[in-house]
């Protein structure tokens, strides 16, 4: 005796379910790239300095940490900061962490603000050797040679056992051209004087032949 098949009873019902799912995977997987792409275009030019230092930190996280590299898309930390710094009309040298450690403002770092530099020393030697930038939060960016990228990270006991100083960078002061007088020439040199007008021989004769009268 063959066995009795019993059919599903809603045939439709089970593909319209099939590919509701598909379609949700689907619109999942455009959404999470779309993101992305928003995130790795957002525009970093609003803000203060270092706002918009940590945001251009923000958008290397993940690439390759590379020894003396600065970019733009292999670092090592300094030059993570200088890359982060680049174009924010602050100054900050392409140098070692221990030399741009000299740059700025002393800052607690109870009071940390987005932009400000974090120096550690790892060695216990006195000298900085590694830089990260905060991002507020209690986080900070920065190039790992450690795990072999750049890295956002909470700033754990970890890091903070070896923090040595944290640095506000100041905004560069342009240069101001100086002032020129328009009456005056721009080479300092003085003009020569005008020649006085000769007088003629009809005003010669009238000023020196004598009046009769």
Not at 121 to 146: E, L, P, Q
Not at 188 to 193: D, N, S, V
């Amino acid at each position: 005796m063959r066995p009795t098949l019993i059919r599903n009873p809603w045939p439709g019902l089970q593909s319209f379910a099939k590919l509701l799912f598909a379609l949700v995977l689907i619109g999942g997987a455009l959404f999470g790239a779309s993101s992305l792409a928003s995130a790795a275009g957002k525009s970093c030019n609003s803000g203060s300095p270092g706002e918009r230092a940590v945001c251009r930190a923000e958008q290397q996280v993940g690439d390759r940490y590379v020894w003396g590299a600065e970019g733009p898309n292999t670092f090592d930390c300094s030059g993570l900061a200088y890359y982060a710094y680049k174009g924010t009309g602050v100054g900050l040298a392409r140098t070692t962490a221990e030399a741009q450690s000299h740059k700025g403002k002393t800052v607690s770092t109870k009071n940390l603000q987005k932009g400000d530099l974090l120096y550690f020393d790892w060695n216990d030697d006195g000298n900085a050797d590694h830089v990260g930038i905060y991002a507020g939060k209690g986080k900070m960016v920065h190039a790992s040679s450690g795990s072999g990228k750049v890295k956002k990270v909470t700033l754990s006991a970890y890091y903070k056992n070896h923090l040595d100083t944290a640095k506000r960078l100041a905004p560069t002061k342009p240069t101001k051209p100086p002032k020129v007088d328009p009456k005056k020439p721009s080479t300092g040199e003085t003009q020569p004087p005008k020649p006085k007008p000769t007088p003629s021989s009809v005003q010669t004769y009238i000023e020196i032949t004598p009046a009769y009268g």
